[in-house]
């Protein structure tokens, strides 16, 4: 049986795994406040970046000293966030009838799993290339699936502005953050709010889902 048809029965007999894996996403936030409270010298979100709780060694890093000695943690969190976003988005997307434009949101948010699994795997302090595409995968598209889903699922009218306004404000910040603009927040907090959406909505969305999972007439009307 392809694995398509295995995940859709899965989904099938476990309607409420995809939210409750969508919603697992809360670890990322739980582990890097833990990796952080480790961190040397005190860690600030808005000097540091999120990579940072990774770097494997400690040293002075993009002039930044760095040292985290939790790094395995943060770098494992960063795994499963993408295998969280890429199996979560695989059963979700079994609930809704399928036109293109949910699909190629779903896709879209998928390649961010796909770069977080980079980010975890390729910490960056080691092989920078595979580093910052794995950071540039959900930068870009995961915030681009986050508008297309946002204007193409039949959900809540305030869920879809909050879904729209979240890939937006992270697409802007993304455009500061390449062009070295750090709106007084240092490069750590652009890059927070260019990150931080996608996750909080995949924490909402699943919380949404769960308590709609009785109306799935709703969900498939688009």
Not at 23 to 47: G, M
Not at 87 to 115: A, C, D, Y
């Amino acid at each position: 049986m392809p694995i398509s048809k295995k995940i859709h029965k899965l989904q099938s007999r476990y309607p409420l795994l995809g939210p409750i894996i969508y919603i697992s996403s809360i670890q990322y936030f739980v582990i890097q406040y833990i990796v952080s409270l480790k961190f040397r010298p005190d860690f600030s979100i808005t000097y540091y970046t999120i990579s940072d709780l990774g770097n494997t060694v400690c040293a002075s890093y993009d002039k930044r000293m760095v040292c985290s000695p939790l790094h395995p943690l943060m770098n494992i969190s960063f795994v499963l966030l993408g295998l969280i976003i890429l199996l979560g988005s695989w059963l979700i997307h079994f609930q809704f009838n399928k036109p293109e434009r949910i699909t190629v949101g779903f896709i879209l948010f998928s390649l961010g799993g796909i770069g977080a699994i980079l980010v975890g795997l390729f910490p960056e302090n080691t092989i920078y290339f595979l580093h910052g595409l794995g950071s540039f995968l959900p930068f870009l598209f995961g915030n681009i699936a986050l508008v297309v889903l946002g204007l193409s699922l039949n959900v809540s009218k305030f869920l879809r502005i909050y879904t729209i306004l979240s890939g937006t404000i992270a697409l802007i910040a993304f455009c500061f953050y390449i062009t070295h603009h750090y709106l007084g927040i240092d490069e750590g907090g652009v890059e927070r709010l260019m990150a931080f959406p996608q996750t909080i909505w995949m924490i909402v969305f699943g919380v949404y889902l769960l308590f709609n999972h009785d109306n799935q007439e709703i969900l498939k009307k688009n």
